[in-house]
């Protein structure tokens, strides 16, 4: 199977169609003639700027530069999610995708000209500094982060491992702008973390979809099983909150060892003979205990697959709030020695057909996380939906939700509903809509996977 990567999607159609058909030879061949001649045009008119900017700027420019300064021009034109990527910035990709890097552990975008933190990853230079998602950085070691690109921004923050990095910092609610100081590390991301939740209940938090993604699910549900006896095992609980995506591949394969049958998920490109469809294995991971699934609104892309799929099929309950939204699929194009494009080339579609793109995924039972004081109305996210230069989705789009869950257990309401919810424990937050809901489970007698 090919990698696909997800970075955090109408027609026309009938009357015109008709047109198109009863259209002679000559005239569709003429109309071709045309389009090309002013692509053609448009390609000239590209050639003679170049050359007034090589021969007639100021100073002589860096010509690689300025070509690949068009190249990212034209992908960002086209949505947030495409661009063009160099050698250099192909390895790092390559590199994180495996789990491991050199850098500071933010997952960032590019918002208004500034660098918008999506979410610190756990355990890295970005979470111990006090990183929070929605801060924007506007400097890089003095250097003004207006005028760069996503990835030069990146590339950066990223260096040698041990040496700092001084980062100014906006804050919503703070009147003056951060100076935070973080020393570089290598960042290995455990993407999955697992722990027993009073003897009954096991834990599970994905953090991102990368290459070792299953294989660490895996992993943790054979320890959660070994360590409580089976008639004591009531559930599980699967936290994607803040989780920005990743691997499509890894995607499915965490949704089918949920799953027995059935579609995960569709991708559907320009053309109709490009769609494709993912399908279940027969076999459950958790031999059909019932699944609560956290969510939020950093949940996005590879988590809102999962999620999609597991509500679509009732397998699991959704707790939580509203999910980041987006719903497009980017492909990796490798250009040799000269790097990379990454290009939006599909949507994807939950099991039911619903297109998430700019609206998100609504949990099953709503919970508000308990935000602290100082960070009421900061933390709430604008989404796929606030994103300038979005995929458009019809006239339904909706913002994202708070993407605020606190590091410390005790304080999160959102994981004590989901532990209550699977014990039938009584809850104020669960009582109106618990009755609504039906804990999922998988078919009986169904063998597990290996």
């Known amino acids: 199977m090919r990698k696909v990567t997800l970075v955090m999607v109408g027609a026309l159609i009938g009357a015109s169609a008709a047109v198109v058909a009863t259209q002679s030879p000559?005239?569709?061949?003429?109309?071709?003639?045309?389009?090309?001649?002013?692509?053609?045009?448009?390609?000239?008119?590209?050639?003679?700027?170049?050359?007034?900017?090589r021969t007639d700027?100021?100073?002589?420019?860096?010509?690689?530069?300025?070509?690949?300064?068009?190249?990212?021009?034209?992908?960002?034109?086209?949505?947030?999610?495409?661009?063009?990527?160099d050698a250099k910035n192909y390895r790092d990709m390559q590199v994180q995708t495996r789990?491991?890097?050199?850098?500071?552990?933010?997952?960032?975008?590019?918002?208004?000209?500034?660098?918008?933190?999506?979410?610190?990853?756990?355990?890295?230079?970005?979470?111990?500094?006090?990183?929070?998602?929605?801060?924007?950085?506007?400097?890089?070691?003095?250097?003004q982060v207006q005028g760069l690109t996503l990835n030069q921004a990146v590339d950066k923050m990223?260096?040698?491992?041990?040496?700092?990095?001084?980062?100014?910092?906006?804050r919503s609610g703070q009147k003056e702008p951060l100076d935070i100081t973080l020393t570089r590390d290598v960042i290995r991301i455990k993407s999955v973390r697992s722990r027993e939740e009073g003897g009954d209940i096991g834990y599970l938090r994905v953090?991102?979809?990368?290459?070792?993604?299953?294989?660490?699910?895996?992993?943790?549900i054979d320890k959660i099983e070994s360590d409580i006896p089976k008639e004591k095992l009531k559930g599980f609980v699967l936290d994607l909150r803040n989780n920005p995506g990743g691997l499509l591949d890894q995607a499915i394969l965490v949704s089918d060892a949920f799953l027995n049958r059935g579609e995960i998920v569709s991708t559907r490109?320009?053309?109709?003979?490009?769609?494709?469809?993912?399908?279940?294995?027969?076999?459950?991971?958790?031999?059909g205990k019932p699944v609560v699934v956290l969510l939020n609104g950093g949940s996005a892309s590879a988590s809102e697959i999962v999620a999609g799929a597991l509500q679509d099929h009732k397998r699991a309950t959704l707790l939580g709030t509203r999910s980041f939204g987006k719903g497009s699929v980017q492909t990796i194009i490798p250009l040799g020695s000269n790097g990379a494009l990454r290009l939006t080339t599909a949507r994807y579609y939950t099991p039911s057909g619903r297109s998430i793109q700019a609206r998100g995924i609504d949990p099953d039972i709503e919970i508000i996380p308990d935000v602290p004081p100082e960070l009421k109305g900061k933390d709430e996210t604008e989404?796929?939906?606030?994103?300038?230069?979005?995929?458009?989705?019809?006239e339904t789009e909706r913002p994202a939700s708070s993407g605020y869950f606190p590091t410390d257990p005790a304080k999160d309401n959102q994981l004590h509903a989901a532990l209550d919810f699977l014990r039938g424990t009584p809850n104020p937050a669960l009582q109106a809509k618990k009755a609504e809901v039906v804990l999922p489970k998988a078919d009986a007698g169904t063998p597990a996977k290996n």
């Open 158 to 170: 990223r260096g040698p491992v041990k040496t700092d990095v001084k980062l100014k910092v906006v």
């Open 383 to 394: 989404g796929e939906a606030g994103l300038r230069g979005h995929l458009k989705n019809g």
């Open 99 to 143: 789990g491991e890097f050199g850098g500071l552990g933010i997952e960032v975008t590019m918002e208004d000209g500034v660098i918008k933190v999506v979410s610190p990853i756990d355990e890295t230079p970005a979470a111990r500094a006090g990183i929070q998602a929605n801060d924007l950085i506007t400097q890089i070691d003095g250097e």
């Open 26 to 53: 000559l005239l569709t061949s003429t109309s071709a003639i045309a389009a090309s001649a002013e692509t053609y045009r448009q390609l000239t008119l590209f050639g003679d700027v170049f050359e007034k900017i």
């Open 207 to 220: 953090t991102q979809f990368n290459e070792q993604t299953f294989d660490n699910l895996k992993a943790a």
């Open 269 to 287: 490109g320009r053309n109709a003979d490009e769609t494709q469809r993912f399908n279940a294995k027969a076999g459950d991971l958790i031999n």
């Open 57 to 85: 700027y100021v100073d002589k420019p860096d010509e690689t530069k300025v070509v690949e300064a068009a190249i990212n021009g034209m992908l960002t034109s086209l949505d947030p999610h495409s661009s063009y990527m």
